[in-house]
């Protein structure tokens, strides 16, 4: 992972386990070194994919095995980090729109 100034801050694993073309994947998400130990036990991802009028819906749900482990993962700065990922991607699709 790298950070919007250009600073690198971490890796982060994903192990996908089940994978519906055009719907729908799940993953179980953790972050790591850079030899792949992980720091954390790893939440598991649920990504659903929906479309309606040509308007697609994304829907993620992240399950965490203990309240301590989310909070240690806000700790980590998930929140921050999530947020400028979901802006990366808002910032995509509006220019593949155009």
Known sequence: MVSP?????GWQIFDYT????KSNFKCLSFFAD????PHLPGSNWDLSFSEQNGITTVRITIYNESQERFEKMLEMGFK?????TLNELAGLLQTLKE
């Open 5 to 9: 100034d250009g600073a690198e801050i």
């Open 18 to 21: 089940s994978i519906t073309p």
């Open 34 to 37: 850079e030899d792949e130990t």
């Open 80 to 84: 921050e980090g999530f947020t400028v």
